[in-house]
């Protein structure tokens, strides 16, 4: 049984749920593993991952579909990637973040990256997710998986892997359904309306009780072999989300439509110095109309109003692999182009208002390198990435934009237990289209802005043995032309500031004997700006949550049948950006319950209870970044769910 365990630093706060195992691979990544068997109670990857790594805090959007944040950062400040395709959402309000086109039960693995440490990937400012999906094998096998929860939550899925050595397959289909939460008050989405929006923001009472969402999913691989050491890879994966219900935003997704295809040639063992060549071509789109039907707005037609948007994403990727005696050379080319767009529409009359993004092309290209060199006890690896990026806009001014990331990190194995490990990084990322020229009753967007640039220190310690292992890491953070909101401006509200964000984030576990273990982790940051932006005096930066730990006792009763007891908790959220939306949140506690069951080799089930004592509480804060409902001039908190009760059943053939 793996196990991850805590410190005793942490009464005041508990952690990030041991559901996930975690292998950590080098100063700026965390490997998930088993991301499908582990995500119970839900197929939303931002739950899995705010789960399973410290430096992520999950922004609650919905039932479904929420965002991350890595280090404070989210956006385009952090970079997705699928099976090496580059993913972008459509909505400008988050509604369809990137990891919500890839469900759980799709991946193998997750790689985390903290840190501007990736030059392979456009835009990795600070940090990176890297899914990797199920992979194509010959091996014939098969899982089903059946999830119940409350709420009239559904999950079905299944996988299958089978073929020849020269066509090998993978396939995972999914269908996923929930009424709306309840929160610890009993109220669902609807009820929290009514409490704290005005009457035009709440759902219309033939809409009151309906579905959350609905969401169905279709992975599909082959790898074929074409030569010696030569393979064909095809990959496609469809998304299929209906009705999802946004509460505390003025608009839901009616629909929420997404593609990822990709085709790549793999060529192995060149020579014995050209160890691999591998060309990929990827594409992606979302098709995502957002609408007020649902809400008393739209019982006047002139409020019934739809604003729908589309992005497509198209690269091309070459890397080439080198051993030169005892060094190891990646090379590589990157090409893509972003298109984005939006258009405002009424829903009675089908009249277009105007676009909310003019069609906007963001066209990169870069080349990248990598060099890694291991010795007995020391390693490095040193990146560096060159990009020429031009962003074209047929109303406003075109931009472009050229940058240098580089990076060094660094491993010291001081004994068998023991090791500490550095990193420094700089790398940049562009505006998007939505700061640059999103529309709406005036030009929000503004065309001006320079590109941010990050320079990061990363450092820690590391000890592990048959009873014990512990991580540290520290960070430094220096934002510059970093791009921020001013809610006090009209029209181009964006502005680049200078900025900086530090913390540390910390896990271990403490295994007591052979059945029972301890796990802890914990995660404390701090944003300041340089300077209060014009005609504002606080220097607090937004999306900065507080102190944030979890504690678990696991107790392995029956070999793989395990029980977990889990306390997850959160400092008061009083470190905010007042003059940009942000509001003081209180402190919480939440217990969790869990026992997983290994019938036999073949099947296993899995019982379990969050939030067993039914608290009421809010973790997501309420920066201007996101349109939000308001009464009163605050922002609608959206609270987290009650206590929630579920079931796994998962069958392996």
Same mark, same amino acid.
């Given at each position: 049984?793996?196990?991850?365990?805590?410190?005793?630093?942490? +009464?005041?706060?508990?952690?990030?749920?041991?559901?996930?195992?975690?292998?950590?691979?080098?100063?700026?990544?965390?490997?998930?593993?088993?991301?499908?068997?582990?995500?119970?109670?839900?197929?939303?990857?931002?739950?899995? /991952?705010?789960?399973?790594?410290?430096?992520?805090?999950?922004?609650?959007?919905?039932?479904?579909?929420?965002?991350?944040?890595?280090?404070? &950062?989210?956006?385009?400040?952090?970079?997705?990637?699928?099976?090496?395709?580059?993913?972008?959402?459509?909505?400008?309000?988050?509604?369809?973040?990137?990891?919500?086109?890839?469900?759980?039960?799709? $991946?193998?693995?997750?790689?985390?990256?903290?840190?501007?440490?990736?030059?392979? +990937?456009?835009?990795?400012?600070?940090?990176?997710?890297?899914?990797?999906?199920?992979?194509?094998?010959?091996?014939?096998?098969?899982?089903?998986?059946?999830?119940?929860?409350?709420?009239?939550?559904?999950?079905?899925?299944?996988?299958? +892997?089978?073929? +020849? &050595?020269?066509?090998?397959?993978?396939?995972?289909?999914?269908?996923?359904?929930?009424? &709306?939460?309840?929160?610890?008050?009993?109220?669902?989405?609807?009820?929290?309306?009514?409490?704290?929006?005005?009457?035009?923001?709440?759902?219309?009472?033939?809409?009151?009780?309906?579905?959350?969402?609905?969401?169905?999913?279709?992975?599909?691989?082959?790898?074929?072999?074409?030569?010696?050491? &030569?393979?064909?890879?095809?990959?496609?994966?469809?998304?299929?989300?209906?009705? $999802? /219900?946004?509460?505390?935003?003025?608009?839901?997704?009616?629909?929420?439509?997404?593609?990822?295809?990709?085709?790549?040639?793999?060529?192995?063992?060149?020579?014995?110095?050209?160890?691999?060549?591998?060309?990929?071509?990827?594409?992606?789109?979302?098709? #995502?109309?957002?609408?007020?039907?649902?809400?008393?707005?739209?019982?006047?037609?002139?409020?019934?109003?739809?604003?729908?948007?589309?992005?497509?994403?198209?690269?091309?990727?070459?890397?080439?692999?080198?051993?030169?005696?005892?060094?190891?050379?990646?090379?590589?080319?990157?090409?893509?182009?972003?298109?984005?767009?939006?258009?405002?529409?009424?829903?009675?009359?089908?009249?277009?208002?105007?676009?909310?993004?003019?069609?906007? #092309?963001?066209?990169?290209?870069?080349?990248?390198?990598?060099?890694?060199?291991?010795?007995?006890?020391?390693?490095?690896? /040193?990146?560096?990435?060159?990009?020429?990026?031009?962003?074209?806009?047929?109303?406003?001014?075109?931009?472009?934009?050229?940058?240098?990331?580089?990076?060094?990190?660094?491993?010291?194995?001081?004994?068998?237990?023991?090791?500490?490990?550095?990193?420094?990084?700089?790398?940049?990322?562009?505006?998007?289209?939505?700061?640059?020229?999103?529309?709406?009753?005036?030009?929000?967007?503004?065309?001006?802005?320079?590109?941010?640039?990050?320079?990061?220190?990363?450092?820690?310690?590391?000890?592990?043995?048959?009873?014990?292992?512990?991580?540290?890491?520290?960070?430094?953070?220096?934002?510059?032309?970093?791009?921020?909101?001013?809610?006090?401006?009209?029209?181009?509200?964006?502005?680049?500031?200078?900025?900086?964000?530090?913390?540390?984030?910390?896990?271990?576990?403490?295994?007591?004997?052979?059945? $029972?273990?301890?796990?802890?982790?914990?995660?404390?940051?701090?944003?300041?700006?340089?300077?209060?932006?014009?005609?504002?005096?606080?220097?607090?930066?937004?999306?900065?949550?507080?102190?944030?730990?979890?504690?678990?006792?696991?107790?392995?009763?029956?070999?793989?049948?395990?029980?977990?007891?889990?306390?997850?908790?959160?400092?008061?959220?009083?470190?905010?950006?007042?003059?940009?939306?942000?509001?003081?949140?209180?402190?919480?506690?939440?217990?969790?319950?869990?026992?997983?069951?290994?019938?036999?080799?073949?099947?296993?089930?899995? /019982? %379990?209870?969050?939030?067993?004592?039914?608290?009421?509480?809010?973790?997501?804060?309420?920066?201007?970044?996101?349109?939000?409902?308001?009464? %009163?001039?605050?922002?609608?908190?959206?609270?987290?769910?009650?206590?929630?009760?579920?079931?796994?059943?998962?069958?392996?053939?």
């Amino acid at each position: 049984m793996k196990k991850i365990i805590p410190l005793s630093l942490l +009464t005041i706060a508990s952690m990030y749920a041991s559901d996930v195992t975690l292998d950590p691979i080098t100063i700026e990544s965390t490997l998930i593993t088993d991301v499908a068997q582990k995500a119970q109670t839900s197929a939303d990857v931002a739950v899995a /991952l705010e789960n399973a790594v410290p430096s992520i805090d999950m922004s609650r959007r919905s039932g479904i579909a929420n965002d991350i944040f890595i280090r404070g &950062q989210k956006r385009d400040n952090i970079t997705v990637t699928a099976d090496g395709t580059k993913v972008y959402g459509a909505c400008p309000n988050r509604m369809d973040p990137p990891v919500s086109h890839i469900l759980a039960h799709q $991946i193998e693995t997750i790689e985390v990256i903290e840190g501007p440490y990736d030059v392979t +990937t456009f835009g990795t400012l600070s940090g990176g997710v890297k899914i990797h999906t199920k992979q194509a094998s010959d091996k014939k096998s098969a899982a089903v998986n059946l999830g119940f929860g409350s709420w009239n939550y559904k999950k079905f899925g299944i996988s299958a +892997t089978g073929g +020849t &050595q020269r066509v090998k397959v993978a396939i995972a289909a999914s269908s996923e359904s929930s009424d &709306q939460y309840k929160d610890g008050n009993g109220d669902t989405f609807a009820d929290q309306l009514k409490k704290k929006a005005p009457l035009g923001n709440q759902y219309q009472r033939a809409y009151e009780d309906m579905q959350a969402y609905t969401k169905k999913s279709l992975m599909a691989k082959a790898n074929i072999a074409t030569f010696k050491d &030569q393979e064909l890879r095809l990959s496609v994966t469809a998304n299929r989300s209906d009705n $999802i /219900l946004y509460p505390n935003s003025p608009m839901d997704a009616i629909y929420d439509d997404s593609n990822i295809y990709s085709i790549a040639y793999n060529i192995d063992k060149l020579t014995n110095s050209y160890k691999n060549l591998n060309i990929q071509y990827y594409y992606s789109d979302v098709d #995502h109309p957002m609408s007020t039907e649902y809400r008393n707005a739209a019982l006047n037609p002139t409020n019934n109003k739809t604003n729908h948007m589309w992005t497509k994403m198209q690269g091309l990727k070459l890397s080439n692999t080198f051993d030169i005696n005892t060094y190891t050379l990646l090379l590589g080319l990157d090409g893509s182009n972003r298109m984005w767009k939006g258009e405002y529409s009424n829903n009675v009359s089908g009249a277009i208002l105007g676009n909310s993004i003019d069609e906007t #092309h963001t066209k990169n290209s870069a080349l990248f390198a990598k060099l890694d060199k291991n010795y007995k006890t020391f390693s490095f690896s /040193l990146g560096a990435r060159v990009d020429d990026t031009i962003i074209t806009n047929d109303r406003f001014q075109d931009n472009n934009y050229h940058s240098l990331s580089t990076n060094l990190m660094t491993n010291y194995q001081i004994n068998a237990q023991n090791k500490i490990f550095f990193g420094i990084g700089q790398a940049y990322r562009v505006p998007d289209a939505r700061e640059l020229y999103f529309l709406k009753a005036g030009l929000k967007g503004t065309p001006t802005l320079k590109q941010t640039r990050n320079r990061e220190v990363d450092m820690g310690y590391e000890v592990e043995n048959n009873d014990f292992s512990f991580k540290m890491k520290i960070f430094y953070s220096k934002l510059h032309n970093y791009i921020y909101i001013n809610a006090d401006k009209a029209n181009n509200i964006f502005e680049n500031i200078d900025a900086k964000i530090y913390g540390t984030e910390l896990s271990a576990s403490y295994f007591i004997n052979d059945d $029972i273990s301890l796990d802890l982790g914990a995660s404390y940051k701090r944003g300041k700006k340089d300077a209060p932006l014009q005609g504002q005096t606080d220097t607090d930066l937004a999306d900065i949550a507080p102190l944030r730990a979890n504690a678990a006792l696991n107790y392995e009763y029956a070999n793989n049948s395990i029980a977990s007891l889990e306390v997850v908790a959160s400092d008061r959220w009083d470190t905010i950006d007042s003059d940009n939306g942000e509001q003081v949140l209180a402190g919480w506690a939440v217990l969790n319950a869990k026992i997983k069951h290994a019938v036999n080799k073949s099947f296993d089930f899995t /019982l %379990g209870v969050n939030n067993l004592f039914d608290k009421t509480y809010a973790k997501s804060n309420t920066y201007i970044d996101l349109t939000l409902v308001t009464a %009163g001039g605050e922002a609608m908190l959206l609270n987290e769910p009650g206590r929630y009760i579920y079931t796994n059943l998962d069958f392996k053939f």
